[in-house]
Nanobody
Framework: QVQLVESGGGLVQAGESLKLSCTAS??????????MGWFRQAPGKVREFVAA????????DYADAVKGRFTISRDNAKNTLYLQMSDLNSDDTALYFC???????????????????WGQGTQVTVAS
């Protein structure tokens, strides 16, 4: 079992930056062995993929909408996943979730059905 808690959300102006964190507790061995991802859900929209990272950080994927602006990273020693977001715009306003896979394989990282553990989310609001 892995429990995930996101933090770092808030209200920012367009063009500013924000860094989200996701801290794992429980079976931290599982955290270090599994791929992780960030998803987001804007009001009235379905949840969408943002970024994913393999257990050893060798494989990373981004949604086209955030490529070049967002950076996903992880510190397995601290059991923490990060999402550095820069040049934010109003389209980035959403509830951001971190998620962990059950299995260690980095397959279909953009498919939320591949993820077993989810946090409660942290709100990011970008004022234009």
């Amino acid at each position: 079992q892995v429990q995930l808690v996101e933090s770092g959300g808030g209200l920012v102006q367009a063009g500013e930056s924000l860094k989200l964190s996701c801290t794992a507790s429980g079976s931290t061995y599982a955290f270090r062995a599994t791929p992780m991802g960030w998803f987001r859900q804007a009001p009235g929209k379905v949840r969408e993929f943002v970024a994913a990272i393999s257990s050893g950080s060798s494989m990373i994927d981004y949604a086209d909408a955030v490529k070049g602006r967002f950076t996903i990273s992880r510190d397995n020693a601290k059991n923490t996943l990060y999402l550095q977001m820069s040049d934010l715009n109003s389209d980035d306003t959403a509830l951001y979730f971190c998620a962990a896979k059950m299995r260690p394989t980095y397959s279909n990282p953009k498919d939320e059905g591949e993820y077993w553990y989810w946090g409660q989310g942290t709100q990011v609001t970008v004022a234009s």
